[in-house]
C-alpha cells in the first residue's frame, strides 16, 4: 500500500471510531515510525445543477508533530470529525479527505525569490495568534505572488515571524476510492504567475 493510501485509511479508521464511540486507533505499522506536521481536510461532494464539486467540511492540523504521524493523525482525525456539526458515517462515506503532510519548518524572511509555489507553505505568528497558508488554499484563493503577503497581514497583522514549510498532498480521487499524490506545481495558476514574471 502506497504511503497516501496508508495516511487515508488511518484517518479514515479513526473518523469511523470517533463516530461509533470507539477508541482511536493511535498505533500504526509504518505511520508510527514517522514524524511530520499534518493538516487534515474533509470535502463533500455536492451535485447541483448537473454538476459536483467539492466543498471543505472541515480542516485541521499542525505544522510540528507532537508525537509520532499515527498518534497525531489519529488525534486530529477525532478531533476534525467531531467537530463538523451532524456528521454521520453516512456523510464520512460520501466524502473526500485529504492529507498534507509537513516537514521542514524554517524561518522566512518573506522573500518570495526562489519560493516553491505549490510545494511550501506558510506559518505566521503575530502575538498569540497563529495562521497557516497550505499551497493548496493558496491556489484555490489565487494568492500566489504578493497576494499571498497582503492575504496573511489582513489575517494576522504585521507578523511577529514567518515561516515557511515543505508538503506532500495526498487525496482521494472520489470517496473511499484511489488515492494520488497531488502535483500543485503544474497548476495552471502557478505557470500563469511564473510566465508572467520571467
Keep these: 500500500m502506497s504511503l497516501g493510501s496508508e495516511l487515508i485509511a488511518h484517518v479514515r479508521s479513526a473518523m469511523l471510531s470517533r463516530l461509533r464511540g470507539l ?11 514517522m514524524r511530520a506536521g499534518v493538516f487534515v481536510a474533509v470535502e ?8 459536483q464539486r467539492r466543498e471543505v467540511r ?3 492540523g499542525t ?3 507532537f508525537q ?10 477525532a478531533k476534525l470529525v467531531y467537530s463538523i456539526p451532524r456528521f454521520t458515517e453516512f456523510d464520512l462515506r460520501r466524502s473526500v479527505i485529504e492529507v498534507t503532510l509537513v516537514e521542514g519548518l524554517v524561518g522566512w524572511d518573506g522573500s518570495l525569490d526562489g519560493f516553491r509555489w ?4 506558510v506559518y505566521a505568528v503575530s502575538g498569540s495568534r497563529r495562521f497557516v497558508v497550505l499551497p493548496q488554499t493558496m491556489i484555490e484563493r489565487r494568492l500566489i505572488g504578493p497576494p499571498l503577503l497582503r492575504y496573511v497581514e489582513s489575517m494576522v497583522g504585521v507578523p511577529d515571524k514567518l515561516y515557511k514549510f515543505k508538503t ?21 495558476v502557478i505557470r500563469q504567475y511564473l510566465e508572467v514574471m520571467r
Design 118 to 121: 505549490g510545494v511550501e507553505g
Design 44 to 51: 463533500s461532494i455536492v451535485r447541483s445543477g448537473g454538476y
Design 63 to 65: 505544522v510540528e508533530p
Design 168 to 188: 506532500r498532498i495526498f487525496y482521494e480521487l472520489r470517496p473511499e476510492g484511489d488515492v494520488i499524490e497531488r502535483e500543485l506545481w503544474k497548476s495552471r
Design 23 to 33: 477508541p482511536v486507533p493511535e498505533r500504526h505499522p509504518v505511520l508510527s515510525a
Design 68 to 77: 509520532d504521524l499515527a498518534y497525531d493523525l489519529a488525534k486530529i482525525s
Design 58 to 60: 472541515g480542516s485541521l
